[in-house]
Every structure is written in C-alpha cells, then in structure tokens.
C-alpha cells in the first residue's frame, strides 16, 4: 500500500531501523511524501528538508530505504552540520543518522567560510569526511581574478577532515599563489575553523645575519590549558649553535604572567641568555603587587639576536594598596645598562621606595588635607649611597567666584632628611657623608579666568591665567644629594607649577610669579585649534637653576603651545621656548600629519640645548613618514631619521610595502640602521613576512652588516 501526501511544510516522522542515534526518528518536510509501508521506501520531492538531531540534509528530492537504513538525496543537496559546516553536493548518499555515506563532487563551505571542494569523499561517523583530489582555500574576494581562481589554494590527492581531532590533514599536496604552483609538500595538517588554540608547529621563520649566518625558527606552541601556554623556539644557526628561546603566558582571575627566556652557547662556549618576565597579581580589593625581572647576561646579545633593542633594563618589586582617599606603594629596582657608556658602578639599586598619600574628604568650605610621606634607600657599588626620609602635609581650597573666576589656594610643609655617604662636592673634590635635611614651607594662590562665546559653528575659550607662590630662598645646600631631580626642563607644562624640578631632591624657592593666557576654538564637526603662551617672574635671581635653563633669570623664557587641527587630514602640535631677551629658540618640537590615507605624511623636529646637570645632551633631529593606501589591497610607507646636529648624518631609515586582502598578507620592508656599540656596526636589513589565513605566518629576512 503507498500513501501519497502533498503538504508543504508540514513534519512527516517516519520511525528508522535500528538507527546509530537511539533509534531517533527523522523528519521530513516536503512539498510531496509518499510512503511505501510494504517496501518500507519513503519519497520525498520538492523543497525536501530531512533533520536528525543537529543535521539537516536539504534537496529537491530524496528517498529514504527503511530497510536498508539509507537515505538518497539528489538535486541541489546540501547538508548542514552542528559545526557549522555545509556539506554541497548533486547526489549524495547517507545513511539514516546522516552520518555515513558516499558523496561525488563535494563542496564544503566551513564555518569561518573557508572552502573545499573534492570530486568524490566518504563520510565516516559524521566526525572524519575523506576527501579524493581536493582543493582547499579561505579567499573569497581577496583579489580580482579573471579566471576565478582564488589567490592561494592547497590542492592534494588526498585531504581528511577529523572533526573529532578538530584538525584538516593533507597528503601529496602542492600550494598555488596566483595559480602557479609554490611548494610541494608531502604532508601537511593545519586546525580546523573549530579551534582557537591547539598544541603543533607554527610556521617556522627564515633568515640570515652577518654574526650568525643563515637561520632557521621551528616555534612549537603547547595549548597547556585554556589560560595557559607555552611557545619554544629553538633557532638553528649555520655560524654558532642552537639559540633556545620560550614564551610563556598564564592569565589567572586575578593575575597575569608574562615571561620571555632566551639561552645559547656560542661557538668560544660562552653563555648568552636573557629574561624578561612581567607578573601582576591582585591579591584582593586593597593591595595588588606585581614583579618584573629583565636581565641579560651580555649587554649587546638582544641586538645581535634580534631580540629587542632596547638600551637598559629594569627589575623591579612593588606592592600597592589602594583604600578610601588613601595610597600607599612600596617599591624597588634594580637596572642594568646595555649601552657603552653605561657604567654598571654608578646605577643604582632601589631597595626599598615607599610613598603614601592621604587626602581627606572636602570640609563644609570645600578645603581638603593632604599627607604624604616618602622613603628611600639606594645603593651603588661605585659612588654614593642615599638614604632619605620625607614627611609633608598640604592644605588645598578651590573656590569658584561671584564673576566666574576660579581661584585655588595651597599651603604646604615638608621636611627631608638625608643620611648620604660618598657624596661628591659640587666642585668635584672631596666627599660628604653623615646626616643632612631641610624644612620646605610654601603658599600658592592660581587664578584663571574662563571665559566662552559661541557664535555660529564655533564656540571660542579664553582664559587669562596667573599663580603666585611664595617660599623661603634656598633649600638646596651642598649636602643634599640629587637623585630623582636630575632631568629637569622648563616648558608649557611646568610653567604655573609650585615645584618646577621632579622628584623630591631638588625644590625651587623664593617668591616668584607665573602667568598666561590660553585660548580655543572649536568646530561642531571636530576642528580645534589652541594656544597657550606663558612667563613667570622670579623676584631674585639665584643658583636655583643653571645657566640654558630658562629660569635663571628674574624673567623666566617665554614658553608657548599651538595646536591647530581644523579636519582629520590634518593636525599640526607646536611647542617652544624663546630666550626672554630676543625671543631667539632654545626648544622647538614640531609635530605635523597631513593628507588622507591615500597619501598622508607626518614630521617631527626635535631641538632643545643641553640642560643644566641633565645626563642627556641636547638634540637637534628631524624625523618624518610618508604613508599611502594606493587601494584596497596595496599600501606602502617611507620613514627616516636625520641628526642635523654638527654635519648631520642619517639615523635610520626604512621602506615598507605591503600587500593584505581578507585572506593574505605579503609585506617586505627594507632597513638601514646606524647604530654602533662594540662588536654592533650599522647594519641593512631586508625582511619578508607571508601570512595566510588559517595556516599561519612565515618570515624571511637577511641583516648585514656594512
């Protein structure tokens, strides 16, 4: 007897044999079903839609054999799996859970929309499909080609797709670029779209260097657990031996480690290594610590390894407890110099720093206590040794006028003492040891006045500005070693400031008074621009602050910043400092980026004097790119740096293109680097790097030195 339903749209169940799911019926869904109880064959034609469980089989006509337990499907057949995947076919044959069968002309669409076709495939278990003469490539859109080939494709005899061991293996296969054929490789395996992270080989790098010769990188990462991993990377060289380097990462709830090791014994069996490791922690609501260990057995081994770099390094400890209006850090450090000129003797050892700082809450005026306390203890094997102790208390009311002016008033007191041993005479003779210390008291009073006015698509700020502060003169005697006041500059930050020097070593006294006026303009659609010019007077000139500073006279130089920025393809910074007496430079720093991505150039010039006591000297340096996006797909960028100090000479320079589409990346950039120290000599670089989506990154570069 045969039935024969025309419904649209509406379940047919139909009990299945001794089925692999729990004997799970399907469910049919069809323009037209017909049911043949004694042949135990189910038709189905028209918009057919078959579903068991999480799969969906979907063609213009399918046949069902109870009997036998297999489903037929041909016309425009595709099955949709859990994964996401989407199996396209003009015929295939499955077994009643859709699990097994036999498909000719296979496409698959994956669930990252990379895609695979075959002439013919096997699925097993509804977890492994076997694939015969396969092609396989994530491009989509990536570039225009006229005879539809993708941009890159892995063609093999042979690919399998285990979706239980999440991976996609292929055997005798060959990769295409533009359809010419690459590389020959006799077995290869890549994860599937499933994974996020798996243990396995990434893609090893190439390259070569004057100091090692022609290297190779074979990085395998461990997928230790779903916060934690580890990458080695052991790097063969052809002019010393193996390079072992590893990368490990853990992020916890509450904390974070960070922590890259590298290790090698050169040919004279010399040791070389490094380890730069960060860990942070919050150990609860108040307190968090965190821990940095940077160290490198030999000052130039980074740099000759290509590793970093970077010209020092710096361990450090701390503790910090945050609670209420009240901070409190105990820290501590330990640096190393990786430059010629670094004298290991005379850096210093921080153990410990501690800080704290209270602020109480506004009374019924709105004026605030403030409390802060400091302590520390430095050591050098070669020079002086500091030990101080600094206690201050602060007094601050922001008051806001009748007429808008907004004035705050400060008073503040604040004692240091010092225990120092070996400290050097100012005159370079002779050394002071023993105790030492100072009383620092100082009132302050700023005054601004805000004012605005909008007219059209415009709204202008102007705002005169002054400050007032008043200290006794001194406060810097012989005795008191500076430490942290070291690298100080005058400039439009600084200028209404109570202490113009950093840190703590080093305070400025004597009345002295600041002024200014800043001024705005800005667009509704986004355009700025701004101005700020500013002078203080110091009523008596002193040896507060040496000659270049700006301030060793009664008038300080005049300092100023602009800013104009009237659209995103353009925005201009300017900053300056002028002598007082014929507004000649002694700073300029300009930074300037105009143009659209098509083609957008930005410049920066750097030149400031020597300042007074400061270990660095003065610079006199223009820097500058030139980026452009020629289009979709290309974009390229020029850089370079010039020392225009004495007769000049070029610092750096480099070139880069760059080719990326949705499934590609090629980019080449080319070098020059000058920089010299000990067995390091300037050096040219040419470095290629090819990624491909889903399989990974590779890189081929060559360094000589010349």
Partial sequence: MIQTLGIALVPFLVA????????????????????????????????????????????????????ENVVTATGGVSLLEASGNVLFAETMKLTGDLKDGIIRDLRIRLSDNSRIAATGARRSAGISTEMRNAVYSPCQDCADQSDDKPLWQLKAKKVVHDEKEQVIEYTDAYLELFGVPIAYIP???????????????????????????PTLSTPYFFDIAANKDLTITPTFTSKERVHLAAEYRDIGPNSRL???????????????????????KNVNDVWRMGIDIQRAIDDTYMRRYKISSRPDMTTRAFGEAFKGRDYLKIDSYYFQGLQETDDPGEIPIVLPMLDFSHISRPNRLGATNSITANALALTRTDGNDTKRLSLGYGWHLPRIGSLGEVLDVNLSIRGDMYHVTNLVNSNGQGSNKGISGRIHPQASVNWGYPMSNSRGRVTQTLEPLASLIISPYGGNPNDIPNEDSVDFEFDDTNVFSENRFTGLDRVEGGPRLGYGIKWGAYGQNGGSSSLFVGQSYRIKSDDTFGPGSGLEDNFSDIVSRINISPGKYFDLNYRTRLSHEDLSPSKNEVQLAAGPPALRATTNYVFFESQPNSEFGGRDELSGSIKSQLNRLWRGSLSGRYNLQEEGNLQAIALNATFECECFTFST??????????????????????????????????????
Avoid: C, M
């Fill in 16 to 67: 299945g044999q001794d089925l692999q799911s729990g004997n799970r019926p399907l469910l049919f869904s069809a323009n037209e079903v017909t049911h043949d109880k004694k042949s135990g064959i189910v038709r189905a034609t028209g918009n057919v839609e078959v579903s068991h469980e999480q799969r969906v089989l979907i063609a213009n006509s399918v046949t069902y054999n109870q009997i």
């Fill in 187 to 213: 077995f290869f395996y890549h994860p599937d779209p499933t994974v996020k992270r798996k243990s396995g080989f990434i893609t090893p790098s190439f390259g070569s260097s004057s100091a090692l010769g």
């Fill in 258 to 280: 960070e922590s890259d090791t590298s290790i090698t014994l050169d040919s004279n069996d010399d040791l070389f290594g490094h380890i730069d490791t960060k860990y942070r």
């Fill in 669 to 706: 950039t080319l070098k020059r680097d000058f920089f010299v120290d000990r067995d390091l000599k300037p050096s040219d670089t040419i470095l290629f790097q090819l990624t491909f989506k889903t399989l990974g990154e590779s890189k081929f570069g060559v360094s000589k030195d010349g």
